[in-house]
């Protein structure tokens, strides 16, 4: 069974580069053919996919966040990460990763339990 | 970007009832490329439908989902305890991938 799970820092000031991580165990995200993504909510609000990414180094991000979003693979310790770039209290949300139900699929079956990241000074 | 309203934003209803839950695209959904997933307080959220219709592995038959182009429905058709939670529908037809911005169904 995959399971997922956030970690990275609670805080980050107004400005700073949100660091999280994602690490997954039960499968190998180098040898399934799935891409991984993150997903955010702000507090009690809806949800908003941040970005993908495969294996292969192939990335997709969405536009409102494109041009502050890096999503990378660390296939040695079988994890993801994000990094959202210049942050401000408009960030404040929990972040989830997940991976989708099959390659392409871009819908998710597996998810972290979410972590809450706060920007504030 | 295929912007999802849902409605209502909020339903009451008492058990054993049957919820009916809207989801509007602004453009058409390709394929019929949209999901439903549940999410309870302090839990990631859960997939229930995709495909339009298809249920997800483990999820009961009173969940339903219908609809295509931009019109969709998710149907409970008797409401358990534990199925009062936020609802949101996904289109995953097109980039970005997004979200509607879900509905409440609470106990009336």
């Known amino acids: 069974q995959v399971q997922l799970q956030e970690s990275g820092p609670g805080l980050v000031k107004p400005s700073q580069t949100l660091s999280l991580t994602c690490t997954v165990s039960?499968?190998?995200?180098?040898?399934?053919?799935?891409?991984w993504s993150w997903i955010r909510q702000p507090a009690g609000k809806g949800l908003e996919w941040i970005g993908r990414?495969?294996?292969?180094?192939?990335?997709n991000y969405n536009p409102s966040l494109e041009s502050r979003v890096t999503i990378s693979l660390d296939t040695s310790k079988n994890q993801f990460s994000l990094k959202l770039s210049s942050v401000t209290a408009a960030d404040t949300a929990v972040y989830f990763c997940?991976?989708?139900?099959?390659?392409?699929?871009?819908?998710?079956?597996?998810w972290g339990q979410g972590t809450l990241v706060t920007v504030s000074s | 970007e295929n912007v999802l309203a849902q409605s209502p934003g909020t339903l009451s209803l008492s058990p054993g009832e049957r919820a009916t839950l809207s989801c509007r695209a602004s453009?058409?959904?390709?394929?019929?490329?949209l999901a439903w997933y549940q999410q309870k307080p302090g839990q990631a959220p859960r997939l229930l439908i995709y495909?339009?219709?298809s249920r997800a592995t483990g999820i009961p038959d009173r969940f339903s989902g219908s609809g295509s182009g931009t019109d969709f429905t998710l149907t409970i058709s008797r409401l358990e305890p534990e199925d009062f939670a936020v609802y949101y529908c996904?289109?995953?037809?097109?980039?970005?991938?997004?979200f509607g911005g879900g509905t409440k169904v609470e106990i009336k």
């Open positions: 990414m495969y294996a292969s180094g192939s990335t």
């Open positions: 495909g339009a219709s």
């Open positions: 453009q058409s959904v390709s394929s019929s490329f």
């Open positions: 996904q289109q995953y037809g097109t980039f970005p991938l997004t």
């Open positions: 997940a991976r989708e139900v099959g390659r392409g699929s871009n819908f998710w079956n597996y």
């Open positions: 039960g499968g190998s995200i180098s040898s399934g053919s799935y891409y």
